[in-house]
């Protein structure tokens, strides 16, 4: 068995998470506990760390191609864990999802066009179609009770705007944890097809999905929707390999394919790093024993988080993930401001947590935390927040 309760030292490393000066710049200080970058606080599969190091030692690193060994390993995984068969020839690759993102962007769009998206989401999204000079057109989704849901009746509004020409699902969704089921994704199809919205589908949370719920690729409820979009996939959280990963992006048009692998070449970003090919490759083939425990672990993650808010932090509510290691915590019992709250789990909680607002203003009143890490140290995170909580109400009583 995997160990995930040792707590690994990163704060002497180049880590996003643990940086200081990031730390100090987004929440005003730099002894905070993080919680707020999307990567996971365990070493990665050992048969990827074992590939870098052979890799690392034959010496020789010039230029090199991706063997069509990827393309199996990355084909067989999909069939395997997600019943979704891949046509290989459709399997383009990109430095990550967010230049595959933006590269499309730039391909299928002018200036001023319309980019509909579905907030609260990743927050990356919106600054990518701002920076490319389009137009973030808004469709948010809607919570109903315990559960998000999309308004479709606003889709089809947005949708039938000819202005508006690519949608971008988030499936699992970042951050509030919904994974679309079969239905909601055939009719989010449909009126995309309907009005010639092209379809790009952020999947990278798609291998981290809790019991009762199932990740269904968006290309494979239909040959129609797959000619429609464009699968952006990436093993990044699966495996905590961000850092030395491509992004794996599925174009089953024909002339969509020959257009990116176009605009790969024109702009010289076609060729892979030998490590992430690597790294790639050993994930795929060899890390599924390893991606099971870490599932049960962030399962257990998620039973003690709900346990605690419920006996000790009521006023923190969990808005149930059924995917991704991110869970969508309700701040807005606490009254406190969209500022207010933010400075306050800074500076009173000693927690770094993305502010709900980040994913667009539907957030406000929510933070997104990370779980993905040793238990003792999400208790330490939570044990911060009651205590910062428990001063919050001592002062209102007084």
């Known amino acids: 068995?995997?160990?995930?309760?040792?707590?690994?030292?990163?704060?002497?490393?180049?880590?996003?998470?643990?940086?200081?000066?990031?730390?100090?710049?987004?929440?005003?200080?730099?002894?905070?506990?993080?919680?707020?970058?999307?990567?996971?606080?365990?070493?990665?599969?050992?048969?990827?760390?074992?590939?870098?190091?052979?890799?690392?030692?034959?010496?020789?690193?010039?230029?090199?191609?991706?063997?069509?060994?990827?393309s199996d390993a990355i084909t067989d995984w999909f069939s395997r864990r997600h019943h979704w068969t891949i046509d290989q020839s459709h399997i383009c690759f990109s430095h990550g999802i967010m230049n595959a993102l933006t590269m499309l962007i730039n391909m299928h769009t002018e200036e001023g066009d319309g980019i509909i998206i579905q907030p609260p989401v990743f927050f990356e999204f919106r600054l990518a179609?701002?920076?490319?000079?389009?137009?973030?057109?808004?469709?948010?989704?809607?919570?109903?009770?315990?559960?998000?849901?999309?308004?479709?009746?606003?889709?089809?509004?947005?949708?039938?705007?000819?202005?508006?020409?690519?949608?971008?699902?988030?499936?699992?969704?970042?951050?509030?944890?919904?994974?679309?089921?079969k239905e909601?994704?055939?009719?989010?199809?449909?009126?995309?097809?309907?009005?010639?919205?092209?379809?790009?589908?952020?999947?990278?949370?798609?291998?981290?999905?809790?019991?009762?719920?199932?990740?269904?690729?968006?290309?494979?409820?239909?040959?129609?929707?797959?000619?429609?979009?464009?699968?952006?996939?990436?093993?990044?959280?699966?495996f905590n390999i961000a850092s030395v990963t491509e992004a794996t992006i599925i174009i089953p048009d024909e002339e969509y394919r020959k257009q990116y692998k176009q605009f790969a070449f024109k702009y010289f970003i076609d060729k892979p790093g030998a490590f992430t090919v690597v790294a790639m490759e050993a994930a795929y083939r060899n890390g599924e024993d390893w991606l099971d425990q870490v599932l049960d672990y962030l399962h257990e993650n998620l039973n003690y988080l709900r346990s605690f808010l419920k006996d000790r932090i009521p006023k923190v509510k969990l808005v149930e993930p059924e995917g991704t290691f991110?869970?969508?915590?309700?701040?807005?019992?606490?009254?406190?401001?969209?500022?207010?709250?933010?400075?306050?789990?800074?500076q009173k909680g000693r927690l770094a947590l993305n502010s709900g607002y980040w994913f667009g203003r539907q957030g406000a009143g929510y933070a997104r935390m990370t779980i993905a890490c040793p238990r003792s140290r999400l208790e330490e995170g939570l044990t911060r927040l009651e205590q910062a909580i428990d001063g919050l109400s001592v002062k209102g009583d007084g």
């Open 129 to 181: 179609i701002i920076e490319n000079r389009r137009k973030v057109i808004r469709n948010p989704l809607k919570r109903e009770g315990e559960r998000y849901q999309m308004d479709f009746n606003d889709l089809e509004k947005q949708a039938a705007d000819p202005r508006n020409k690519i949608l971008i699902l988030c499936n699992p969704h970042n951050p509030v944890g919904r994974v679309w089921e």
């Open 1 to 70: 068995m995997t160990d995930f309760d040792t707590l690994q030292d990163r704060s002497q490393s180049a880590s996003e998470k643990w940086d200081k000066v990031g730390m100090l710049e987004h929440f005003g200080r730099e002894d905070l506990l993080p919680f707020w970058v999307a990567d996971m606080d365990f070493k990665a599969p050992p048969s990827v760390s074992e590939s870098l190091v052979e890799r690392a030692e034959n010496g020789i690193y010039g230029y090199e191609v991706r063997r069509d060994s990827l």
């Open 326 to 346: 991110l869970v969508w915590l309700d701040f807005r019992e606490l009254g406190l401001e969209t500022k207010e709250l933010e400075q306050f789990i800074a």
């Open 184 to 238: 909601e994704l055939q009719r989010l199809g449909e009126i995309c097809r309907q009005h010639n919205v092209l379809v790009i589908a952020d999947e990278i949370h798609g291998d981290i999905v809790y019991p009762g719920h199932q990740y269904i690729p968006f290309a494979s409820i239909s040959d129609e929707d797959a000619q429609n979009s464009f699968s952006c996939l990436s093993p990044a959280k699966t």
